[in-house]
């Protein structure tokens, strides 16, 4: 079936473009951003359950953006009556004046920037799902994920605790200016399973999630993930310290997309460039990676939470190749970066929420695959580690410093597993030290859509990454 746009937009769609012909006699630019997206977010434990409608991305509202003499301003409403777009559009005349005569009095330093264009596009698209969050049956997934929790409990000598999760949400949004109407429906979903063990005090977790750019039914596919969250919880029981030293390293998937984001994440977001607070801006066209590394980033590269139609700007998606076999190609753009850089956006302005601004944010950031086995890659280390699960990262964009903390090294000796396990794992270094020793990728790959981004400390947004299984060296501790 496919993903019904919100009643609610389309009641007022009609009175907004009243309003922006309104407020389009007095400005240079006017559009208008209005969101309806419901959901839900069920967690279960063995001594807990919570249901509540709320998830990262649920919102109503709307937010209108103006431009007048090269200086852009924006205001938010919560509500808005169909019956009175001109009474509103005087209000937010108004607000939107002061601001621009505040700027002006107080001499304060904004960027000039040209106007958006505005040609004639009309969208209306509404994606494929099985299941709808708004009609699931949240008794009936509580069960199934207190099943999943008292299974778990019976796997491990010594567990603790095992917390399930679900959350769906239906996005709804729908883009106006004075030529264009944009209107996008969609509905991503993501669970996790946590197991928690704990043996002479010490304590420890397993993690596994499930995610995708569909409903509901994404959650029958955490019943195979409960032995996994199991089995890590309890082998990190036993994990030994690493000694810390450089070493021959292979990423497993999620580790691979957690370089990804942090490598070439915020370093290439070019609201950054700007503000030259980035490396990347330097390295535009030259080598930032070995032959083997290719790097895509965009709604469109990938299908998971972050997969939409169109940007909080109206850009269509994109897919955008960062760094072309070692190369690195271009950043990614929202439409008023774009305007100040003179490039051309590539549909990553997103906002936290229609309270908040756009910035440039990353969507899909996926490293491409190659011809190599991981049997083939582990065959090929004298001595070093295979590093899986992912716990954090962060990244300096304007020295191209890396840190990740990962969940845990097996290590590989003579080309063999041994069954030893190190944790946790510290992998630092320079960004492209680490991707100009990359030699190896396999043929497979994964992304992983479990988490969010802020931008800094806030801005909080739904990303997604992976990749295949890459080889490198890496300073580990």
């Known amino acids: 079936m496919k993903a019904p746009f919100s009643r609610y937009l389309v009641s007022i769609k009609s009175a907004l473009k009243t309003l922006i012909e309104c407020l389009d006699e007095e400005y ?22 919570s249901v509540s409608s709320e998830t990262m991305t649920t919102e109503r509202g ?3 953006r103006v431009c007048r003499d090269g200086l852009y301003s924006e205001y938010a409403l919560n509500s808005f009556d169909p019956e009175a777009p001109l009474e509103a559009a005087e209000e937010i005349k108004k607000a939107l004046d002061r601001q621009f005569a505040l700027l002006k009095s107080t001499g304060t330093a904004v960027y000039e920037t040209p106007v ?7 969208v209306f698209a509404e994606k494929e799902t099985e299941l709808l969050p708004e009609e699931t049956d949240l008794k009936e997934l509580v069960e199934f994920l207190s099943a999943l929790s008292d299974r778990a409990m019976t796997l491990g000598e010594h567990m603790l605790e095992c917390s399930t999760s679900a959350q769906s949400t239906h996005i709804c949004k729908m883009f106006l200016t004075k030529n264009r109407d944009l209107c996008q429906s969609y509905v991503y979903s993501e669970g996790t399973v946590v197991a928690i063990t704990n043996k002479d005090g010490h304590t420890q ?16 596919r955490l019943e195979d993930r409960v032995e996994k969250a199991v089995s890590v919880a309890e082998e990190l029981l036993n ?12 990423t497993s998937p999620e580790v691979t997309g957690l370089i990804a984001h942090e490598a070439f994440g915020h370093g290439v977001e070019m609201d950054m460039f700007v503000k030259n607070r980035a490396l990347g801006k330097e390295y535009i066209g030259k080598r930032v990676g070995s032959d083997k590394v290719t790097m895509h980033e965009g709604a469109l590269c990938a299908e998971d939470v972050t997969s939409y139609v169109f940007d909080d700007e109206g850009t269509p998606a994109g897919d955008v190749t960062e760094i072309e076999n070692g190369i690195l190609k271009t950043g990614i753009c929202d439409a008023l970066s774009a305007l100040r850089l003179g490039s051309a956006p590539t549909g990553n302005g997103k906002r936290e929420n229609f309270e908040h601004k756009v910035y440039t944010r990353m969507t899909n950031t996926i490293f491409d695959s190659g011809d190599d086995t991981l049997e083939d890659m582990i065959s090929s280390i004298k001595y070093g580690f295979l590093l899986e699960g992912m716990e954090s990262g962060m990244e300096d964009p304007k020295h191209w410093g890396i840190q990740c903390i990962i969940k845990l090294g097996r290590e590989i000796k003579d080309g063999r597993i041994t069954g030893r396990v190190f944790a946790p794992i510290i992998m630092t270094g320079y960004v492209p030290d680490l991707l100009g020793n990359i030699t190896m990728r396999s043929k497979d790959r994964e992304v992983f859509g479990n988490g969010g981004c802020g931008k800094g400390h806030k801005e909080w947004v739904k990303v997604a990454d992976g990749g295949p299984y890459l080889k490198t060296k890496a300073r580990l501790g």
């Open 62 to 64: 709307i937010v209108i």
């Open 205 to 220: 977790y397993g993690y596994e999630g499930v995610s995708g750019d569909i409903g509901p039914e994404i959650f029958a």
């Open 116 to 122: 958006l264009s505005d040609e004639e596009e009309t």
């Open 28 to 49: 240079d630019y006017v559009s208008a951003l209005a969101a309806d997206s419901k959901g839900f977010a069920v967690r279960v434990s063995q001594t807990s359950k």
């Open 239 to 250: 994990a030994e310290r690493i000694e810390p030293g450089e070493y021959e390293v292979i």
